[in-house]
């Protein structure tokens, strides 16, 4: 299984500063017939199911706005929130899609200092 | 608009079983493929398995921690994805979650617990 680890565990950021959320997974996620990265992130607010932010590591989903970035190449990876708002209080996590089983990062909880 | 919504959920005790549900709307059904996720208290996200649409064979593959306890289903007719869950221990508390295979859609999750 490809696990996949993420740092902090936790951090406090103000507002309108930068959070930066680092993943690392134990094999390369990279598709060579693609040449993308299957990694995935994912925001997770209680009482609310996981949502999509990111994917092939550097796309960002749909209307997710875009102090949402993604990064990385081979087995690091990183989420970077540019300007932290308040309703970006939430775990964050990162996901490779490239084997099975599907694993996750064990999150990340982000909150306002 | 994709909409997921999981039911049968709820108090149970080791070793028993249960059936969850997901009503889906708003995609093709029959060509998606399925996933469950799980979260226990406290604790990250756990991908359980998935099944592939009958085109492709509704095959399924599953996480070493369930697999031989835990089946998944559909029923294309009724646009519906299944959990069957047995043996069921204390560990597999939380709240379980349907999802597209590319997780891009959630339904909201139904909660499973396991005690004596």
């Known amino acids: 299984d490809i696990v996949m680890t993420q740092s902090p565990d936790s951090l406090a950021v103000s507002l309108g500063e930068r959070a930066t959320i680092n993943c690392k997974s134990s094999?390369?996620?990279?598709?060579?017939?693609?040449?993308?990265?299957?990694l995935a992130w994912y925001q997770h607010k209680p009482g609310q199911p996981p949502k999509k932010l990111i994917y092939w590591a550097s796309t960002r989903q749909a209307g997710v706005p875009d102090r949402f970035s993604g990064s990385g190449s081979g087995t690091d990876f990183t989420l970077t929130i540019s300007s932290l708002q308040a309703e970006d209080v939430a775990v964050y996590y990162c996901?490779?899609?490239?084997?099975?089983?599907?694993?996750f990062g064990q999150g990340t909880k982000v909150e306002i200092k | 608009e994709v909409q997921l919504v999981e039911s049968g959920g709820g108090l149970v005790k080791p070793g028993e079983s249960l059936r969850l549900s997901c009503a889906a709307s708003g995609l093709t059904f029959t060509n998606a493929w399925m996933s469950w996720v799980r979260q226990a208290p406290g604790k990250g996200l756990e991908w359980i398995g998935r099944?592939?649409?009958?085109?492709?064979?509704?095959?399924?593959d599953y996480a070493a921690p369930v697999r031989g306890r835990f089946t998944i289903s559909r029923d294309d007719s009724k646009n519906t994805l299944y959990l069957h869950v047995s043996s069921l221990e204390i560990e597999d508390t939380g709240v379980y979650y349907c999802?597209?295979?590319?997780?891009?859609?959630w339904g909201q999750g139904t909660l499973v617990t396991v005690s004596s």
């Open positions: 996901q490779q899609y490239h084997s099975l089983p599907r694993t």
């Open positions: 099944i592939r649409s009958k085109t492709d064979g509704e095959t399924t």
């Open positions: 094999q390369s996620v990279l598709s060579s017939s693609s040449n993308v990265h299957y």
């Open positions: 999802t597209t295979d590319a997780f891009d859609s």
